[in-house]
């Protein structure tokens, strides 16, 4: 059984999903200041584009949470399970 943080595991994978999905958030963020505030009128489709983007990463990460939750939680059942 894969449960420690050798690659494949629930943990690395849900990790990876956080880690992704905040670089995304990050970049969106970003995103968002660069179009507000350098040329706001011109920065209307960045700034939609950017906030779309913005959930997404949020998405990602709230996903990656709870993956990493219910992987605890298997984990903590097959520890209580054997003990």
Do not use: C, H, W, Y
Not at 40 to 56: I, R, S, Y
């Amino acid at each position: 059984m894969n449960i420690g943080s050798t690659a494949g595991s629930a943990f690395t994978t849900a990790a990876a999903a956080v880690s992704q999905g905040t670089e995304q958030v990050n970049r969106a963020a970003r995103d968002v200041v660069d179009a507000t505030t350098e040329r706001p009128v011109e920065g209307v489709g960045k700034t939609e584009k950017a906030l779309t983007e913005l959930k997404q990463g949020e998405v990602a990460v709230s996903a990656g949470a709870k993956a990493i939750e219910a992987a605890d939680k298997q984990i903590g059942s097959l520890i209580d399970t054997s003990a």
